[in-house]
């Protein structure tokens, strides 16, 4: 057994980032990689109830969360490892070669400065002797919570902050959107997916700001139901988490990126159905989001009064780097982190933009999405996509 203190290096890297094109919503940085080194090759041979043959506990002094990155895990059947926090709350059990499959994967988080890894073995089996073991090569240091709502970077509230915790509207089905944690180029990142019907199963649509390529998709972790109990309350609801499975296809323009889930999410938290309908000014809507990486929310109202309905006040708009023609904009408020989040026709509870784009104008203020009508015809087949 062994434990190690990671010690911070250099600074920490400033919170803000640049928007992507003009007035963009930005995904949110919430942690950086540093390097932890320690494996363990071959190990005894356990007992029928799979004791800890092996433990590592992983400490990173401030850390707001944890994250493990194995370089390579090769475990025979009925061996397994566990990453978990100190108190048990954050329990995570991989087999084989991992989430991947490839024996090279990140942990899900653990919200803690804290993750204790553990190597379960039982008494001897099939194929023992060719075993690797586990090599950890760096792990992911939160320094920012993903709960940092209100504080979010690129905040965009127009007004006076409508929004409300998303169980204060049960009668807005809010179950396929997901929070996503990812990691790129060296730094963990936060934004909002959401499950919709489509050619594959268990796909998922979020911004291509937030993730475009299958090295990155590689590395998500959705976690649905991450919200309140009740409407004024603070007790969190049990939540799932599902890794990323296969990037399908991305476009700049449109600001979109489709991809699958492993595991079967939909069975649990159902999907939306995405729309080519023609969106028009006026349409009432809601705005299912977690700004910040944090709980979700929901834009239903857009003044703290709640007296003005969230509506669509532009279409077939043209903001920042997008293509022609292909926004609607609002007065619905929004965060970082709220990149991804679906924009439904609250008459018909089909989705018709996906967000992006905050403070598009000032006068009056708005924020936008793409419109769904452009992201079907150009992703074709692999989203079902309603008329209506």
């Not at 990173?60 to 944890?66: E, G, Y």
């Not at 109990?229 to 476009?251: I, K, P, V």
Request: net charge neutral.
């Amino acid at each position: 057994m062994s434990k190690r203190v990671l010690l911070s290096v250099g600074l920490l890297c400033v919170l803000l980032l640049a928007a992507f094109a003009a007035g963009a919503q930005t995904r949110v940085r919430v942690g950086e990689e540093r390097p932890y080194v320690t494996s363990v090759g071959a190990y005894p041979a356990g007992a029928a109830d799979r004791p800890a043959v092996w433990s590592e506990t992983i400490h990173s002094p401030d850390a707001k969360f944890l994250r493990v990155h194995f370089k390579k895990l090769n475990l025979p059947d009925g061996d397994y490892l566990t990453v978990a926090s100190p108190d048990g709350s954050d329990f995570w059990t991989y087999t084989a070669k991992g989430l991947n499959g490839t024996g090279r994967f990140w942990s899900f988080m653990v919200e803690s400065d804290t993750a204790i890894v553990e190597l379960h073995a039982g008494p001897a089996a099939k194929a023992r002797g060719n075993r690797y073991g586990v090599e950890i090569d760096r792990i992911a240091h939160g320094f920012l919570s993903p709960d940092v709502e209100p504080g979010a970077p690129t905040k965009v509230v127009c007004g006076s902050d409508g929004r409300e915790a998303a169980a204060c509207h049960t009668e807005v089905n809010m179950r396929p959107v997901a929070r996503i944690s990812f990691q790129s180029g060296g730094s963990s990142f936060v934004c909002t997916g959401w499950l919709v019907a489509g050619s594959n199963s268990n796909t998922m649509l979020t911004n291509n700001h937030c993730v475009d390529t299958q090295t990155e998709v590689s590395t998500v972790q959705a976690r649905f139901n991450y919200q309140t109990t009740t409407c004024s309350g603070s007790t969190q609801a049990t939540y799932s988490s599902y890794a990323g499975g296969t990037f399908l296809r991305t476009h700049v323009g449109l600001d979109y990126t489709i991809l699958t889930l492993q595991g079967n999410p939909e069975a649990t938290w159902g999907e939306y159905t995405a729309t080519s309908k023609q969106p028009t000014v006026g349409l009432t809507i809601n705005f299912p989001q977690h700004p910040g990486g944090g709980l979700k929310r929901i834009g239903y109202w857009e003044n703290s009064a709640h007296t003005t309905r969230c509506t669509a006040s532009t279409v077939n708009a043209t903001y920042g780097g997008s293509t022609s023609g292909s926004q609607m904009g609002y007065g619905c408020d929004s965060a970082g982190g709220s990149s991804g989040s679906p924009i439904m026709d609250a008459g018909t509870g089909r989705i018709i933009g996906l967000h992006h784009f905050g403070g598009v104008t000032s006068n009056p203020c708005r924020n936008s999405a793409t419109q769904l009508r452009q992201i079907c015809s150009n992703a074709g087949s692999l989203l079902s996509c309603a008329t209506n």
